[in-house]
C-alpha cells in the first residue's frame, strides 16, 4: 500500500504524519482510498464490510451513508513534512492542556492522554 513509504524513518525525532485521515462521509469523494477497515453494522448484524486499499466510489458514499457509518478513515495522498506536523503536534497538544486545564479529573485525564497518544489527524 502507498502509505508504506510515509512510515519510513525520517532520521529525526519529529513526529511523522500518520499517512490517513477521517473525514465525514458526506465530504468523502469518488477515488479516495479507505485507511483503516469500515464495517456498518445493523444492531448484531453485519451489513457492510471495506477492506484498506479499496477505493471510494460515489456508490460507496451512499451506502455509507445509508448504513449510518458517520467517517471513513482515507489515505492523506499529501501529508506534512515532518517540521510542519511536529508544529501542529504542539499547537494540539498545546489546545487541549488549555481544554482539559492544569488538573483534570482521573477520567478526564484518560481521555487526554488518550487524545495526546493518538494525535491529531486532518486532511488538508
Not at 477505493?55 to 457509518?69: E, P
Not at 489546545?95 to 482521573?106: K, M, T, V
Request: charged residues 25%.
Amino acid at each position: 500500500m502507498e502509505t508504506a513509504s510515509l512510515e519510513a524513518d525520517c532520521g529525526s525525532d519529529l513526529p511523522k504524519p500518520r499517512g490517513y485521515c477521517w473525514l465525514p462521509t458526506l465530504k468523502l469523494e469518488a477515488g479516495m482510498v479507505i485507511a483503516r477497515p469500515v464495517v456498518g453494522a445493523t444492531g448484531s448484524r453485519v451489513t457492510m464490510h471495506l477492506a484498506v486499499g479499496g477505493r471510494i466510489t460515489a456508490n460507496t458514499i451512499a451506502q455509507l451513508a445509508n448504513k449510518g457509518v458517520e467517517c471513513v478513515a482515507v489515505v492523506d495522498e499529501n501529508p506534512p513534512e515532518p517540521e510542519v506536523y511536529a508544529d501542529i503536534v504542539r499547537r494540539y497538544e498545546a489546545r487541549l492542556h488549555e481544554i482539559f486545564g492544569p488538573e483534570p479529573s482521573e477520567s478526564c485525564r484518560d481521555l487526554l492522554e488518550t487524545l495526546i497518544e493518538y494525535g491529531p489527524c486532518q486532511c488538508r
